[in-house]
């Protein structure tokens, strides 16, 4: 509980010296008097207040805080500055054999921070670490261009066939879903509360500066029928605004300035307090969701990281979900912002321009914050008498036991209005000399060949989803032709979402990558650009190039 307490966090250097001079009788109460009050105009203070309803209320500084200090001599030299950013480890999906695995089964993911945040590792002339590169969320950031639903579903579904690029002898095969549009004026009212890091870790440029300006972007979005709340954490948490409607743009955006960072992160404690105020003022039938931005540092707290997921679970089938926006450098939590984002029902993204901001924010608003379906979940299954051996590109932390497919308690992906999902499986045809790996011959088991009305399938596709406020699932069902074409003739969207998996491979240095190298990865973007008014396939080409340009810069190193 944070109510009826005042937090003070002291950051001003004389700080330590007014201690001292009030243990010495001879000094003048006046000069005791004026250090005490220039103490106090420098603090940050957290106060709590049940008079006038609200959960907690946020005092800001009234002066500028003090100049940065000099950084040490050994990294004004050129020396890094010290790394804390974490990456789960990504162990990529083999080829399996569908005489031993005939089903694959996973959860659709939208999260697009992988690619943003590839990005910024390029243009600050680094290559990425191999675990920083999600190759599904690359190929996601883009938009393709399938045809919308028209019949009760609230998403379409699209498969092609081709040639794979860096395997000739193989195949690849592409799964897409597009999401229902929805006119901005017919979105539902929106409940948001943003839950905002102002941590001492937060006082870069790239970081709550660029936060504060994000946000105002999206502010300027809303209208009368939605509401805003802001919640700051650093040495405690505390409620900057309480519910405002968001035709009251100049009250929100001024709570948005006057936001300064200092202190240590009390991740935890921000939460509760963002979840509360969301329950408080829930919408029935509306967008509940609580907006996370941070670096991700949550050092500080009462929360573990197990308690912190236990909560988001239990409020977001309460109808609040979850999203995070991930900033800066050097300290990024991406693994952890993640798994949040996905235990909420939510998305994640990195944010690392102000163009990334109205990207995820204005742009593509209704994908990022109204759900259209949950727990959308994908499950193939391979006909053996045609496939030697499959493999899903990317989504190594979707996957899913065949079994979960069918039980409507395990959660999955959640799909946005207007979003596209895509998905890429490589496949091995019979006959092909691919070795994959199998096992001894079953003592018990029947292998069966495909029946005859499904000779000609490569596969059979289902999916499963849920209404946003459902709980029990749908079925839909698509079998793929075995009808693939020459890559070269292949649709511009099956091109471009190949080119950006085989980018993402060699990143990682995949052991998949066959012959790719990033100039044909170049040239086949470059020849599926296809229309391209934001820009965004364009900056693709560019990365490319980047990204050729350093790792033969490093391979030369060593």
Same mark, same amino acid.
Request: glycine residues 8%; charged residues 25%; contains cysteine.
């Given at each position: 509980?944070?109510?009826?307490?005042?937090?003070?966090?002291?950051?001003?250097?004389?700080?330590?010296?007014?201690?001292?001079?009030?243990?010495?009788?001879?000094?003048?109460?006046?000069?005791?008097?004026?250090?005490?009050?220039?103490?106090?105009?420098?603090?940050?203070?957290?106060?709590?207040?049940?008079?006038?309803?609200?959960?907690?209320?946020?005092?800001?500084?009234?002066?500028?805080?003090?100049?940065?200090?000099?950084?040490?001599?050994?990294?004004?030299?050129?020396?890094?500055?010290?790394?804390?950013?974490?990456?789960?480890?990504?162990?990529?999906?083999?080829?399996?054999?569908?005489?031993?695995?005939?089903?694959?089964?996973?959860?659709?993911?939208?999260?697009?921070?992988?690619?943003?945040?590839?990005?910024?590792?390029?243009?600050?002339?680094?290559?990425?670490?191999?675990?920083?590169?999600?190759?599904?969320?690359?190929?996601?950031?883009?938009?393709?261009?399938?045809?919308?639903?028209?019949?009760?579903?609230?998403?379409?579904?699209?498969?092609?066939?081709?040639?794979?690029?860096?395997?000739?002898?193989?195949?690849?095969?592409?799964?897409?879903?597009?999401?229902?549009?929805?006119?901005?004026?017919?979105?539902?009212?929106?409940?948001?509360?943003?839950?905002?890091?102002?941590?001492?870790?937060?006082?870069?440029?790239?970081?709550?500066?660029?936060?504060?300006?994000?946000?105002?972007?999206?502010?300027?979005?809303?209208?009368?029928?939605?509401?805003?709340?802001?919640?700051?954490?650093?040495?405690?948490?505390?409620?900057?605004?309480?519910?405002?409607?968001?035709?009251?743009? $100049?009250? *929100?955006?001024?709570? !948005? =300035?006057?936001?300064?960072?200092?202190? &240590?992160?009390? %991740? /935890?404690?921000?939460?509760?307090?963002?979840?509360?105020?969301?329950?408080?003022?829930?919408?029935?039938?509306?967008?509940?969701?609580?907006?996370?931005?941070?670096?991700?540092?949550?050092?500080?707290?009462?929360?573990?990281?197990?308690?912190?997921?236990?909560?988001?679970?239990?409020?977001?089938?309460?109808?609040?979900?979850?999203?995070?926006?991930?900033?800066?450098?050097?300290?990024?939590?991406?693994?952890?912002?993640?798994?949040?984002?996905?235990?909420?029902?939510?998305?994640? $993204?990195? *944010?690392?321009?102000? !163009? =990334?901001?109205?990207?995820?924010?204005? &742009?593509?608003? %209704? /994908?990022?914050?109204?759900?259209?379906?949950?727990?959308?979940?994908?499950?193939?299954?391979?006909?053996?008498?045609?496939?030697?051996?499959?493999?899903?590109?990317?989504?190594?932390?979707?996957?899913?036991?065949?079994?979960?497919?069918?039980?409507?308690?395990?959660?999955?992906?959640?799909?946005?209005?207007?979003?596209?999902?895509?998905?890429?499986?490589?496949?091995?045809?019979?006959?092909?000399?691919?070795?994959?790996?199998?096992?001894?011959?079953?003592?018990?088991?029947?292998?069966?060949?495909?029946?005859?009305?499904?000779?000609?399938?490569?596969?059979?596709?289902?999916?499963?989803?849920?209404?946003?406020?459902?709980?029990?699932?749908?079925?839909?069902?698509?079998?793929?032709?075995?009808?693939?074409?020459?890559?070269?003739?292949?649709?511009?969207?099956?091109?471009?979402?190949?080119?950006?998996?085989?980018?993402?491979?060699?990143?990682?240095?995949?052991?998949?990558?066959?012959?790719?190298?990033?100039?044909?990865?170049?040239?086949?973007?470059?020849?599926?650009?296809?229309?391209?008014?934001?820009?965004?396939?364009?900056?693709?080409?560019?990365?490319?190039?980047?990204?050729?340009?350093?790792?033969?810069?490093?391979?030369?190193?060593?």
């Amino acid at each position: 509980m944070i109510n009826n307490r005042i937090f003070t966090t002291v950051n001003h250097p004389f700080s330590s010296i007014i201690f001292a001079i009030m243990n010495i009788n001879l000094i003048k109460p006046a000069l005791l008097l004026a250090c005490c009050m220039l103490a106090s105009s420098c603090s940050q203070r957290y106060t709590t207040s049940e008079a006038d309803g609200r959960v907690g209320t946020y005092t800001m500084a009234q002066e500028a805080p003090p100049p940065p200090a000099a950084l040490p001599e050994e990294e004004e030299a050129g020396e890094p500055p010290f790394n804390t950013e974490e990456y789960d480890r990504i162990y990529e999906n083999p080829f399996r054999s569908p005489l031993v695995a005939p089903l694959s089964t996973f959860s659709i993911d939208v999260d697009v921070a992988s690619y943003a945040n590839v990005r910024r590792f390029l243009n600050q002339n680094q290559m990425p670490y191999p675990d920083a590169v999600r190759i599904e969320e690359l190929i996601n950031y883009f938009d393709y261009t399938y045809e919308p639903p028209t019949g009760p579903h609230p998403f379409s579904i699209h498969t092609e066939a081709a040639t794979c690029p860096w395997q000739p002898a193989h195949q690849l095969v592409m799964i897409g879903l597009k999401g229902r549009e929805i006119e901005a004026d017919a979105l539902p009212p929106s409940n948001l509360v943003f839950l905002l890091d102002v941590s001492g870790s937060m006082n870069t440029p790239d970081k709550l500066p660029l936060l504060k300006s994000a946000f105002g972007l999206l502010v300027n979005e809303l209208d009368a029928d939605d509401r805003v709340s802001i919640v700051v954490y650093a040495g405690a948490a505390g409620v900057v605004l309480p519910p405002t409607p968001a035709n009251e743009k $100049a009250d *929100i955006l001024q709570a !948005l =300035e006057q936001l300064e960072a200092g202190g &240590s992160t009390a %991740g /935890g404690e921000g939460i509760e307090l963002a979840y509360r105020l969301a329950e408080e003022n829930f919408i029935p039938g509306g967008n509940n969701r609580v907006i996370l931005a941070t670096d991700g540092d949550f050092n500080v707290g009462p929360s573990s990281d197990g308690e912190l997921v236990r909560l988001i679970e239990e409020k977001r089938d309460k109808g609040v979900f979850l999203s995070v926006l991930g900033f800066g450098s050097g300290n990024l939590k991406d693994s952890k912002m993640e798994q949040l984002a996905d235990k909420g029902n939510g998305n994640y $993204a990195y *944010i690392d321009n102000i !163009l =990334e901001a109205k990207k995820v924010l204005v &742009s593509e608003m %209704g /994908g990022t914050l109204f759900t259209i379906a949950k727990d959308v979940k994908i499950q193939v299954e391979f006909n053996p008498a045609l496939v030697k051996g499959y493999r899903l590109i990317g989504y190594e932390n979707r996957v899913m036991a065949a079994e979960d497919f069918n039980d409507d308690t395990k959660d999955a992906g959640e799909l946005g209005a207007g979003h596209t999902v895509t998905a890429l499986y490589e496949i091995v045809p019979v006959g092909a000399d691919t070795e994959v790996a199998g096992v001894d011959k079953l003592k018990y088991q029947l292998n069966v060949p495909a029946n005859e009305a499904g000779k000609n399938e490569l596969m059979t596709v289902k999916f499963r989803y849920k209404a946003p406020d459902g709980d029990q699932s749908e079925l839909l069902v698509q079998p793929v032709e075995n009808t693939s074409s020459d890559f070269a003739a292949a649709s511009t969207d099956f091109c471009f979402a190949a080119a950006v998996a085989g980018w993402g491979m060699l990143l990682r240095g995949s052991q998949y990558k066959g012959t790719l190298d990033y100039a044909q990865v170049q040239q086949i973007a470059a020849n599926a650009r296809g229309v391209d008014s934001k820009g965004y396939r364009a900056e693709f080409l560019q990365l490319v190039e980047k990204a050729s340009l350093l790792d033969r810069r490093e391979a030369e190193r060593k």
